[in-house]
């Protein structure tokens, strides 16, 4: 009775709107931020990186050796989604927040100022692998702790589209990384950008950390974990809690994401370096093409969350990954034509396809979790997505490009990519009806077959009964 009772007190925390709309922004904006900052980096290696800090190797060469600095990041994203995952769910989600944020922006700052592979050699490409993997550590902790800032706050009826709010943060930090580069690159010489001009997106990131971390001093700890804390239910250990009992949720989550960093990452990374090399285009084009896009999916994204509130995770996200492997071939065939009216239309039909995939998936994740170890559930499997997809899809499409100079090898790896998650995603149940705030088990079962002892809804039981 108690525990109903202290349920129905964090259910009617979350209909404050104007608390939500306040808790949906800190969080928003600070992913805005730290997604600025990673993408930022991901922009500069497929344009500047590998004339700046590998100069002596071929050019080929050099580009892999650039976006494998960029993918180092996504090992220590890992390791930085374990470790802010455990004091995630032992001190709360607003504390890591604050750390992560001010850890990224750092590292940013200090990319900056770094010296070119000219002035001091081979230290310069080390001490840029050394901060990109501190970013990497930032990152792994900031998504999770900002998508259940959201996510437990929320209106059960409403977390799919305030979860999906957080994913903003992607197109709308790349918006901003593309703006940056766009304004610097237009304005000055391309001597003075490989000079100079790189430098600025990456200490302007020293201003958007002060506005983050000035909005996140005002929000609120989460109601789930608050009553993790009231019933002293905090794991010891929260990886080993849950690698012990949501192995298989973390494995198939990370797997049924993959295919939004593989499409994601070809379009604002190794899609900009395609169209610039093989099919001419200049830098400033393609930034253009990336601004726009990630323009329609600011849009997008909060609309497809909404509707995962109303027909629920599972079959919007489908939807998404679909999409993504019948516009595989579409897109390569319409980018190859080097038409710039059909480059736009190409780059916006995926990116619809991607908005499709990626806005329910936050909310998804988080609800195969119980809230004693949400924390890391949910950073673990979306940073295990990243490391299989985001972190693969610059080498392998750079190498296969180089290997068979056919624009269709690379759509045979999305493809493959979206074809990987639709099997992971089969498996996953639906995650829609959970109670959020169960502390000692998912909110629904998780995966089909498997008991996990997950408190369910009530009127499913009763169906189940009869």
Known sequence: MAQSVETTSHAAARLDLAKMRKIALASVIGTTVEWYDLFVFGTASALVFNKIFFPSFDPIVGTMLAFGTFASAYIARMVGAIIFGHFGDRLGRKSMLLISLLTMGAATFAIGLLPDYNSIGIMAPLLLLFLRVIQGLALGGEWGGAVLMTVEHAPASQRGFYGSLVQVGVPAGTLIANVAFLIVASSVSTEALLAWGWRIPFMASALLVAVGIYIRLHIEETPSFQAVKD????????????????????????????????????????????????????????????????????????????????????????????????????????????????????????????????????????????????????????????????????????????????????????????????????????????????VDSAPTDAVTGVTTGAKTDPSAEVVAAK
């Open 231 to 438: 019933a002293g239910a905090k794991a010891k250990l929260p990886f080993a809690a849950l690698m012990a009992k949501y192995w298989k949720q973390v494995i198939l989550g990370g797997v049924a994401t993959l295919s939004t960093g593989s499409t994601f990452t070809l379009l604002v990374a190794s899609g900009v370096s395609y169209g610039k090399k093989e099919l001419g285009h200049s830098e400033t084009l393609m930034l253009w093409v990336v601004l726009a896009s990630c323009a329609l999916c600011f849009v997008l994204i909060p609309f497809f969350g909404r509707l995962s509130d109303k027909f629920g995770r599972k079959p919007i996200i489908y939807a998404g990954v679909a999409a993504e492997a019948v516009l595989a071939f579409p897109m390569f065939w319409l980018m190859d034509t080097k038409s710039v009216p059909l480059l736009f239309v190409a780059y916006l039909a995926m990116m619809t396809a991607f908005a499709a995939n990626y806005g329910p998936i936050a909310t998804f994740l988080a609800e195969l979790f119980g809230s004693k170890v949400r924390y890391s559930g949910l950073s673990v499997a979306y940073m295990l997505s990243g490391l299989l997809g985001s972190a693969a899809t610059p080498f392998i499409t750079t190498w296969l490009l180089g290997m068979t100079h056919q624009s269709s090898s690379i759509a045979w790896y999305i493809m493959a990519a979206a074809l990987v998650s639709l099997c992971a995603l089969f498996v996953l149940t639906e995650t829609r009806h959970g109670n959020i705030d169960a």
